[in-house]
């Protein structure tokens, strides 16, 4: 282990291109401000001690083999040292056991797909990395790598600003797999270290993992995809979810029989599916309870959306009212004979925290297809609460 005061010195320096790779960092050292970082403040300046320390006051347990929990927080990129990966696998498996435990005796007569559930959404990466942010274990990570720490810093701001307690099916942004990483590693290592005892190990962490994913949460939110799914199998329908990127953003299309239904996006491609299917699940079901002329309707059997005169400028005045950016227009399809032409166009709304985006039907003219995009998107956001 490095000399603290050494550690110290080093810190104490703005990090350069060419130094950078000889600092050791922690997440919360990246995290201050660099003034705060170049003035030397001892709040900002741990060594591995003070780290395992902290760690185990928030564990709630004093290690016996401290090299446990130095090693449990040690990124791969710092090579002077055993990295976590190895407590990483065993912790991932052992979490995997207790939590199945936990669900099979609190559960006697769930069936087994839903004890699956119930263990996946408690073991996800997006579930472990929010303990990881709430809990503050992220700060102690040991690394030399910069690479990560915009995601990291990102992603925890993103959890502070969270209004509900509870993700359980992904956030707007993709979870960084190291934040995950170290609550398996520190498993593994408490595991270890209280010599594989299950129910000692269980004692430290379950506090830590609340709050638990229970049924009756999985239940009023069940997997949107996986719904959306189920619920037009029942009616014959086929559903095809298309993904691509723009900008930074992954942007997802639920198409139902062809026809398109709704559009979500993300940072992170599954998150947007689960974000396009859960649009998509609210139209349906608003469908199937509403024939109000501002609802989403079908011409016939054609799923051809009913489109509405002036959608354009409806968007607009929606923007104004809700002090929006101005919706943008764009041809993301031309095809046909240039005596035959045909268009469609989406729509784009920009938000600090999300990007509602739609595609509209194939149409003769770019005005047109502007405006069914527009209608789309319309009949979207009255659907959303907009």
């Known amino acids: 282990m490095s000399n603290s005061n050494s550690q110290s010195k080093k810190r104490k320096m703005v990090p350069d291109v060419e130094s950078e790779e000889k600092i050791v960092y922690t997440y919360d050292i990246d995290m201050a401000p660099q003034e705060t970082q170049s003035s030397g403040s001892s709040q900002y300046m741990r060594n591995m001690d003070d780290s395992i320390a902290a760690v185990e006051s928030i564990l709630k347990y004093t290690f016996k083999n401290k090299k446990l929990l130095e090693e449990a927080l040690t990124h791969s990129s710092y090579t002077e040292s055993q990295s976590y990966q190895r407590l ?31 263990r996946a959404a408690n073991i996800s990466t997006e579930k472990l990395a929010r303990v990881a942010v709430r809990n503050g274990l992220y700060k102690y990570v040991r690394h030399k790598t910069s690479v990560l720490n915009d995601k990291v810093r990102e992603f925890v701001i993103a959890v502070e600003e969270e209004e509900d307690e509870m993700v359980v099916h992904g956030g707007q942004m993709k979870a960084p797999k190291v934040l995950a990483d170290i609550v398996e590693s520190i498993t593994g290592a408490v595991f270890q270290d209280c010599d594989f005892n299950f129910q000692i190990l269980w004692e430290v962490i379950r506090e830590l993992l609340e709050p638990m994913v229970m049924l009756t949460v999985l239940e009023k939110r069940p997997q949107p995809i996986t719904k959306l799914y189920e619920a037009c199998q029942k009616e014959g329908k086929g559903v095809e979810i298309k993904n691509w990127r723009q900008g930074e953003r992954n942007i997802a299309s639920v198409y139902i029989d062809g026809k398109f239904i709704a559009s979500g996006s993300s940072e992170n491609k599954e998150n947007a599916k689960l974000h396009a299917a859960e649009v998509a699940l609210s139209k349906l079901t608003r469908l199937k309870r509403t024939t109000d002329a501002i609802s989403l309707q079908m011409n016939g059997n054609s799923g051809e959306v009913t489109e509405i005169k002036g959608a354009k400028r409806k968007i607009h005045e929606l923007c104004i009212r809700r002090r929006w950016p101005k919706a943008t227009y764009r041809i993301e399809q031309e095809s046909g004979p240039a005596h035959d032409r045909r268009y469609i166009a989406s729509v784009q709304i920009e938000l600090p925290d999300k990007v509602f985006f739609m595609k509209g039907e194939e149409r003769s003219k770019v005005k047109k297809a502007e405006n069914s995009a527009a209608s789309i998107m319309f009949f979207s956001l009255l659907e959303l609460g907009y």
Not at 99 to 117: C, H, M, N, W
């Open 88 to 118: 990483e696998i065993l912790g991932d498996s052992v979490l995997g056991v207790l939590i199945t435990k936990f669900v099979y005796l609190a559960y006697p007569e769930l069936d087994p797909g839903q004890i699956s559930l119930l």
